[in-house]
Nanobody, 121 residues
Framework: QVQLLESGGGLVQPGGSLRLSCAASGNIFSINEMGWYRQAPGKERELVAQIPSGGRTNYADSVKGRFTISRDNANNTVYLQMNSLKAEDTAVYYC???????????????WGQGTQVTVSS
């Protein structure tokens, strides 16, 4: 019943910026960790960034200094601000969350449907 709705992907030139959003809804009482993964053609899905509840953010080395993950707890939303985009950033980006139900049981991870980011001149 939990759904993650992603938006913000598209086509951008090298050096450009995009902001991805992911809003969670449904039967989840609280959200703990939120994050972003990506999968490029012919490659495995890899972690891009994660932001635990009350914890320090974590980034893949390839995006450090260029990407910023943030969350809006009031709206159950996680964002990924992507600056100085490179061709190698081209991939399908997926958001993910883990949380707990009203009994305190761990739920997830849940995954978004994916949004295409293409960096090309």
């Amino acid at each position: 019943q939990v759904q993650l709705l992603e938006s913000g992907g598209g086509l951008v030139q090298p050096g450009g910026s995009l902001r991805l959003s992911c809003a969670a809804s449904g039967n989840i009482f609280s959200i703990n960790e939120m994050g972003w993964y990506r999968q490029a053609p012919g490659k495995e899905r890899e972690l891009v960034a994660q932001i635990p509840s009350g914890g320090r953010t974590n980034y893949a080395d390839s995006v450090k200094g260029r990407f910023t993950i943030s969350r809006d707890n009031a709206n159950n939303t996680v964002y990924l601000q992507m600056n100085s985009l490179k061709a190698e950033d081209t991939a399908v980006y997926y958001c993910t969350i883990t949380g707990r139900d009203s009994y305190g049981w761990k739920r997830g991870p849940y995954w978004g449907q994916g949004t295409q980011v293409t960096v090309s001149s």
